[in-house]
């Protein structure tokens, strides 16, 4: 019988752990469930296809009993939503919120991991003075009658806003709230700090591209390698737009004395279809954007002004909803079709992360290449490095477990130890061309093994 060696048992062990993190979802990822649309999956099978994906939360528009109960027992996060036309009822009696949690969480909580209340959707952009004035008192009384149960800081309670909560977001340290709501928005955010809430926002790179239809602006929102973006205020050099927004919220809530309150992206995506007139849908794009957005958020940089820790994240969405109005993109944001196939390939899926632990065999060494192995360039920064990170972990076919949490190159927990490793595995599975190792112009080649200790970097003579 032919002996493991040291460096297969390792490597066996690496896959192990790999298989052993990826069995589990990824509570930072999430994605929303709308169902404004007439061919649907039903609700059994869609808990089971988030069961097979890394989709740690799903958000609904509503509280559908009947996702709600399919998705029991799953552990699934999943945030319900009180509608606009629920408010008033909400904020004038507080036996209706009481009613409303009696209806939609006690008859499924905790068997249903509900996690989160939105009350309202974009409520302060609807321009409904009356409306807005009972955001507040509706989200106090459902606060109320969660805690009348015992469930006060099991269940938060929040409201979504869109990106046009803030007056000012370019660059991201000038971020600003609109001044029309900034007595409502200072009450809000005291009722979020003292229920330990999160501002819930929708920031949309896409739209910040149509807004700017060039080709460096596409890059930056698509977290693919550009020249970054320096925000003056704090020198600080942003690498993709999602970051900017984010951080542009978290400025406002700085501005007004909140930077303790969290994020939440309640929704981001990126469209694969639009109308002949529409500027940037299309497959690539939309899997350009989800793909690098996951691999982003796997990598748990943060944002420059939140490093560390990756914002909980709604992707939209699960499925299209077809029977949406406007144009077309607002029918082709899903994900997934009804027949519960992949409209596109961005890494969710258990099985495509998994790798398969196969017993170690002898084989011959597979001869070296002339070019060795890429590599990041000496002296460049660690922004433009994470994007590179970023871009190469987002790609079809490129497993970054390896520099995740246990996997065997996470040590050092570095930016630059692991853009070195992703970046030669994307240029190693991606034919091996000399133009795969460009990451505009940060990578060069090394006729060095940099594998270490049982950290193997694929290609070269390894």
Same mark, same amino acid.
């Given at each position: /019988?032919?002996?493991?060696?040291?460096?297969?048992?390792?490597?066996?062990?690496?896959?192990?752990?790999?298989?052993?993190?990826?069995?589990?979802?990824?509570?930072?990822?999430?994605?929303?469930?709308?169902?404004?649309?007439?061919?649907?999956?039903?609700?059994?099978?869609?808990?089971?296809?988030?069961?097979?994906?890394?989709?740690? =939360?799903?958000?609904?528009?509503?509280?559908?009993?009947?996702?709600?109960?399919?998705?029991?027992?799953?552990?699934?996060?999943?945030?319900?939503?009180?509608?606009?036309?629920?408010?008033?009822?909400?904020?004038?009696?507080?036996?209706?919120?009481?009613?409303?949690?009696?209806?939609?969480?006690?008859?499924?909580?905790?068997?249903?991991?509900?996690?989160?209340?939105?009350?309202?959707?974009?409520?302060?952009?609807?321009?409904?003075?009356?409306?807005?004035?009972?955001?507040?008192?509706?989200?106090? =009384? /459902?606060?109320? %009658?969660?805690?009348?149960?015992?469930?006060?800081?099991?269940?938060?309670?929040?409201?979504?806003?869109?990106?046009?909560?803030?007056?000012?977001?370019?660059?991201?340290?000038?971020?600003?709230?609109?001044?029309?709501?900034?007595?409502?928005?200072?009450?809000?955010?005291?009722?979020?700090?003292?229920?330990?809430?999160?501002?819930?926002?929708?920031?949309?790179?896409?739209?910040?591209?149509?807004?700017?239809?060039?080709?460096?602006?596409? %890059?930056?929102?698509?977290?693919?390698?550009?020249?970054?973006?320096?925000?003056?205020?704090? +020198?600080?050099?942003? /690498?993709? /737009?999602?970051?900017?927004?984010?951080?542009?919220?978290?400025?406002?809530?700085?501005?007004?004395?909140?930077?303790?309150?969290?994020?939440?992206?309640?929704?981001?995506?990126?469209?694969?279809?639009?109308?002949?007139?529409?500027?940037?849908?299309?497959?690539?794009?939309?899997? %350009?954007?989800?793909?690098?957005?996951?691999?982003?958020?796997?990598?748990?940089?943060?944002?420059?002004?939140?490093?560390?820790?990756?914002?909980?994240?709604?992707?939209?969405?699960?499925?299209?909803?077809?029977?949406?109005?406007?144009?077309?993109?607002?029918?082709?944001?899903?994900?997934?079709?009804?027949?519960?196939?992949?409209?596109?390939?961005?890494?969710?899926?258990?099985?495509?992360?998994?790798?398969?632990?196969?017993?170690?065999?002898?084989?011959?060494?597979?001869?070296?290449?002339?070019?060795?192995?890429?590599?990041?360039?000496? +002296?460049?920064?660690?922004?433009?490095?994470?994007?590179?990170?970023?871009?190469?972990?987002?790609?079809?076919?490129?497993?970054?477990?390896?520099?995740?949490?246990?996997?065997?190159?996470?040590?050092?927990?570095?930016?630059?130890?692991?853009?070195?490793?992703?970046?030669?595995?994307?240029?190693?599975?991606?034919?091996?061309?000399?133009?795969?190792?460009?990451?505009?112009?940060?990578?060069?080649?090394?006729?060095?093994?940099?594998?270490?200790?049982?950290?193997?970097?694929?290609?070269?003579?390894?």
């Amino acid at each position: /019988m032919a002996s493991i060696t040291r460096s297969s048992a390792h490597l066996l062990l690496s896959l192990l752990l790999q298989a052993l993190r990826f069995a589990s979802s990824q509570p930072f990822i999430g994605v929303n469930y709308g169902q404004v649309a007439d061919n649907l999956p039903p609700p059994s099978a869609t808990a089971n296809l988030l069961k097979s994906t890394s989709i740690g =939360n799903i958000r609904l528009y509503g509280a559908d009993p009947a996702i709600i109960t399919a998705l029991s027992g799953t552990g699934i996060g999943i945030v319900i939503g009180a509608a606009n036309g629920d408010v008033p009822a909400l904020a004038s009696d507080p036996n209706s919120a009481a009613q409303w949690i009696s209806s939609n969480v006690l008859p499924f909580y905790p068997a249903s991991n509900i996690t989160l209340i939105t009350v309202g959707n974009e409520v302060l952009m609807s321009n409904d003075q009356g409306l807005i004035s009972q955001l507040l008192p509706a989200m106090q =009384n /459902m606060q109320r %009658a969660l805690s009348a149960v015992s469930l006060g800081g099991k269940i938060r309670v929040s409201t979504v806003h869109s990106m046009s909560l803030l007056s000012q977001s370019d660059p991201p340290s000038s971020g600003r709230f609109n001044p029309a709501h900034d007595g409502l928005m200072k009450r809000l955010l005291q009722f979020q700090r003292d229920n330990g809430s999160p501002l819930a926002i929708n920031p949309y790179p896409f739209f910040a591209y149509q807004s700017d239809p060039r080709p460096e602006t596409l %890059a930056f929102c698509l977290f693919q390698p550009n020249a970054g973006r320096v925000d003056a205020g704090t +020198g600080i050099k942003y /690498m993709n /737009m999602f970051d900017a927004q984010v951080d542009a919220v978290h400025s406002a809530l700085n501005a007004v004395g909140f930077k303790d309150i969290e994020i939440l992206v309640s929704e981001t995506g990126w469209p694969y279809n639009g109308d002949p007139n529409e500027v940037g849908p299309s497959i690539e794009n939309a899997k %350009a954007y989800n793909g690098n957005l996951i691999a982003h958020l796997r990598s748990m940089a943060g944002t420059p002004l939140m490093p560390g820790k990756s914002v909980e994240t709604y992707i939209f969405a699960l499925y299209d909803e077809d029977l949406k109005f406007g144009p077309a993109s607002e029918r082709s944001f899903g994900l997934f079709k009804p027949d519960l196939t992949m409209a596109y390939d961005v890494g969710l899926s258990k099985s495509s992360q998994t790798p398969a632990a196969k017993t170690p065999v002898v084989t011959p060494s597979p001869k070296p290449i002339s070019l060795g192995w890429c590599v990041p360039k000496a +002296g460049i920064p660690d922004d433009q490095l994470q994007a590179d990170l970023d871009y190469a972990c987002g790609q079809q076919g490129i497993d970054c477990g390896p520099i995740q949490p246990g996997g065997a190159c996470f040590e050092p927990n570095t930016v630059a130890s692991h853009a070195a490793y992703a970046m030669n595995l994307y240029f190693q599975t991606s034919g091996k061309n000399p133009w795969d190792c460009d990451f505009s112009q940060t990578a060069t080649f090394t006729l060095n093994n940099p594998s270490y200790n049982g950290c193997m970097y694929p290609g070269g003579s390894t």
